[in-house]
């Protein structure tokens, strides 16, 4: 019913910056809320940003506090993860997820997923 199709990875030194983007087609709806995840080889998938429908409330991983910012702009069913400051602990592949209900912080609170796109920041 709902694509998602996330972009914007890339390779960067750290210290640089990168927005990923998730453009959301299909059925959409301004109702869902939206997150993204991480993972990185060998390790399990986390929790890095939310945002509610509206955009009035933003969550944020311990780990990205003050680095990333996560927005969206609902008349373009997009939403955006502005990444600063990346650290090489960053590398994984980031994937845009959409939830109705449920904890921001819980993947299986998510209903539709990205494809993921990979972010890989060298020392």
Not at 50 to 55: C, E, M, T, V
Not at 79 to 93: F, G, I, R
Not at 94 to 113: L, P, T
Request: charged share 20%; aromatic share 12%.
């Amino acid at each position: 019913q709902v694509q998602l199709r996330d972009s914007g990875g890339g390779l960067v030194q750290a210290g640089g910056s990168l927005r990923l983007s998730c453009a959301a087609s299909g059925r959409t709806s301004s109702s869902y809320a939206m997150g993204w995840f991480r993972q990185a080889p060998g390790k399990e998938r986390e929790f890095v940003a939310a945002i509610s429908w509206l955009g009035g409330n933003t969550y944020y991983a311990d780990s990205v506090k003050g680095r990333f910012t996560i927005s969206r702009d609902n008349p373009k069913n997009t939403v955006y993860l502005q990444m600063n400051s990346l650290k090489p602990e960053d590398t994984a592949d980031y994937y845009c997820a959409a939830r109705k209900g449920g904890s921001h912080d819980n993947d299986r609170a998510y209903e539709y997923w990205g494809q993921g796109t990979q972010v890989t920041v060298s020392s």
